[in-house]
Nanobody, 116 residues
Framework: VQLVESGGGSVQAGGSLRLSCAAS????????MAWYRQAPGKQRELVAR???????SYADAVKGRFTISRDNAKNVMYLQMNSLRPEDTAVYYCNIITFVTMRNYWGQGTQVTVSS
């Protein structure tokens, strides 16, 4: 299984970015998909999660600003990030849990930097 993230970068506060996570090598399908982030000196935290059926949940800090979505046919997940703030600066990681084996996989991370 390989997860490839893209879309990170540098943006000014109030700007937008769209992250993508493409999964390959999936045998049994993907159950839940999620985005996590880790800022320097802080623990990795859950940002948003989406089930195979499309149910979503968000961290309080990003509610109303971020939108998670997925394309089950292509095994791709997205994170649309609007109204970005300096405190959103972090490395963002893609995470998936597969069906049947229920194994957890992580992407390599993509840097998001928001300047004030």
């Amino acid at each position: 299984v390989q997860l490839v993230e893209s879309g990170g970068g540098s943006v000014q506060a109030g700007g937008s970015l769209r992250l993508s996570c493409a999964a390959s090598g999936i045998t049994f399908g993907i159950n839940a998909m999620a985005w996590y982030r880790q800022a320097p000196g802080k623990q990795r935290e859950l940002v948003a999660r989406i089930t195979n059926a499309g149910s979503t949940s968000y961290a309080d800090a990003v509610k109303g600003r971020f939108t998670i979505s997925r394309d089950n046919a292509k095994n791709v997940m997205y994170l649309q990030m609007n109204s970005l703030r300096p405190e959103d600066t972090a490395v963002y990681y893609c995470n998936i849990i597969t069906f049947v084996t229920m194994r957890n996989y992580w992407g390599q991370g993509t840097q998001v930097t928001v300047s004030s």
